[in-house]
């Protein structure tokens, strides 16, 4: 039986490091297609770039593979069963009873708005859990309830912002579903060396959410081998853009031929990987 997948777009706009050291803020759409067997897809269409200061727009120019990494093209990797999905098996896991709720994210070190918003943000999240997951961040220490939030996009609904490890983390709700809208993070820590404080250092605005019955024409096959236990594996750069993620193997020839003849790879890049393997 072929899986169903849950689909999540998004756009957002974030910080890219390098060593430690800021690089350049990099805006993409983002699609992610989470299977019912864990498989899936993560497909990333880059929109643009930008800097804070002009030194670090300076420094960019002089960056590492820099031509290549300005490519706007989409970009995908493509899951094994068993290899993506873990967040869905977390969320079925959950409580909706808002005190056994905040017992149960405070055991998996997830009781923070930062947590909160992970796990809200790419899935599709029952109604009561949804409600259950906002009274929870509402509740922690420091949190301010915002009575109307804006994001990125220009669409607004209720709000919550707490500041956690130096950002200010905000998290925007639609008023009619209680689904999260968006995620946005504020610099507050004036120690910052790449951002003053009030700059915008992070968003992600979710645009759909829904179940679907396959993944997107034109993608390859699901590759195997299953990651094993799950969510543990290896991942395989086919060609820059496309790169397959899988269980865990040391020997990547009999692997080759398995995607090659399975139809996950074409023939010109099973040549190119034979060559340079």
């Known amino acids: 039986m072929s899986p169903s997948y849950q689909y999540v777009e998004s756009r957002g706009k974030n910080a890219e490091f390098m060593d430690g050291v800021f690089e350049r803020m990099v805006e993409a ?25 002009d030194e670090q727009r300076a420094r960019w120019k002089e960056a590492p593979a ?10 995908i990797d493509l899951f094994a069963p068993r290899c993506l999905g873990a967040l869905a098996l977390t969320l079925a896991k959950l409580p909706t009873d808002r005190d056994k709720l905040a017992g149960a994210l405070e055991k998996q070190r997830r009781l923070s708005v930062y947590r909160i918003g992970e796990l809200m943000g790419e899935a599709l999240v029952p109604a009561t859990l949804r409600q259950s997951l906002y009274e929870v961040a509402a509740a922690l220490p420091g949190a301010e309830v915002l009575g109307s939030a804006r994001d990125e996009l220009g669409r607004t609904g209720p709000g919550i912002a707490r500041v956690e490890r130096g950002l200010r983390r905000e998290l925007i709700f639609d008023a009619a579903s209680g689904e999260l ?21 992070g968003w992600t605005s979710y645009l759909s959410r829904r179940l679907v019955d396959a993944l997107p024409e034109g993608v390859p096959r699901v590759p195997g081998p299953p990651c094993s236990p799950p969510g543990v594996g290896r991942g395989t750069v086919i060609e820059p853009g496309f790169s397959l993620s899988t269980g865990y193997f040391t020997d990547l020839d009999p692997h080759l031929e398995a ?13 190119a ?3 340079n393997h």
Not at 30 to 50: C, K, N
Not at 181 to 201: E, K, Q, T
Not at 259 to 271: C, E, F, K, L, S
């Open 66 to 75: 820099r031509v290549a990494r300005e490519d706007l093209s989409p970009a």
């Open 273 to 275: 990987l034979k060559r």
């Open 181 to 201: 809208l968006a995620r946005r993070l504020v610099m507050a820590d004036p120690a910052a060396d790449y951002a003053r404080p009030g700059a915008v250092v």
């Open 259 to 271: 995607w090659h003849g399975n139809g996950v790879i074409t023939d010109a890049q099973y040549r």
């Open 29 to 53: 759409r983002r699609e992610v297609w989470f299977g019912s067997d864990a498989s899936g897809l993560i497909r990333s269409t880059g929109i643009g770039w930008s800097f804070f200061t």
